[in-house]
């Protein structure tokens, strides 16, 4: 007892006062799915900012700030991801995400004679956004202490609708990921799940909007290059009894800066965010069914430069396989 009691504690220890480097697990599990078996995946998490990426000033550089007065972002999304078994080592997939934004702002715009001035922008916008296909091989297997090592590809068709793309709901742009990942047993109970990644995001596709007169014209991030993504997470996972584990998680991620369309550095677009997490993952039949079971857990960003952040991020999953 006295030794759950000690690892739950560093778990909360980690969340609190750790610092980390995290992603988005795109390419799924290191452990993949044996054949003919289908993994289900559903993942939910909410935001409720409050801090945003702004300058008070026009001329100023921006950083992230308390929420201002009548400024809001609630955003909650839910990814749901199925991958088969092909062979016992190669499996591939498809995930897709649904995204609710109800966001409330300001943003700044340049008069034709040079002035700058700040323009309200409101809007809640909801739908599903790009969808990612996947292929994960594992390079090793079942070896005494390590369960998987893995190698992962991704490719992600822009196919959310030009109205949802420029409220942030898809990128409008064809991107493709590369992992490498790892599960591996570690000491008695505790073992280590973990990834690295690469992303590169691609040009955005030509999109028209209505400008304050009604006319359609070129969206201004049209022929984008978008700047190319790295992040990495580590999971580590103790076992508290036949069903139940807690995992302690680091996690973060990072983008270099945009290039417009005439290949020039977009200022200002450069992010960042570096977070911890716990959660306790459930499993009904027991923790040597890896793939099934049910989580929840927090998010804790401790350092960002994003558009929004919060102080804490639930999150909901659920996964089973067949």
Known sequence: MF???WMFGLGLFFVFFGKLF?????IGCPLGVEKGNVWLHSTTSYMAANKAYWNENSTGIPKMVAMPTNWY???????????????????????????????SKETWKKKPNG???????????????DIWFYGLYKIVKRLPR????????????????NSLVVHGIGSGAKS??????????????????????????????????K???????????????????????????????????????????????????????????KFYEHSLGISFQYFPIGTEYDHSKIIAGVKVPISSINSFSAPVVPMFMAMWTF
């Not at 995290?22 to 795109?26: E, K, Q, V």
């Not at 839910?78 to 649904?98: K, V």
């Not at 490498?180 to 955005?204: A, D, M, P, Q």
């Not at 990495?232 to 369309?261: C, Q, T």
Request: one cysteine or more; proline letters at 2%.
């Open 73 to 103: 972002a609630k955003i909650l999304k839910s990814s749901y991801r199925t991958q088969f078994g092909i062979t016992n080592r190669f499996s591939a997939g498809m995930l897709l995400t649904y995204w609710d934004k109800d966001i």
């Open 115 to 129: 002035d700058w001035f700040k323009k309200p922008v409101s809007y809640h916008s909801f739908g599903f956004g």
């Open 3 to 5: 030794k759950k009691l």
């Open 22 to 26: 995290a992603g988005d697990p795109i």
């Open 176 to 209: 493709y990921r590369f992992a490498f990942l790892t599960h591996i047993n570690l000491i008695r109970r505790t073992s280590e799940c973990s990834s690295i990644w690469y992303e590169y995001e691609g040009k955005v596709r030509y999109i028209e909007v």
């Open 146 to 161: 390590i369960e998987a090592i893995s190698i992962g590809t991704g490719y992600k068709l822009d196919a959310a609708d």
């Open 211 to 269: 400008n304050d007169q009604g006319q359609m014209i070129e969206w201004e991030k049209s022929g984008w290059n978008l700047g190319d993504k790295y992040g990495y997470n580590l999971a580590i996972e103790y076992e508290l009894s036949r069903h139940l584990k807690v995992v302690p998680k680091f996690m973060g991620w990072w983008k270099i800066e945009d290039k417009d369309k005439n290949g020039e550095t977009v200022k200002n677009t």
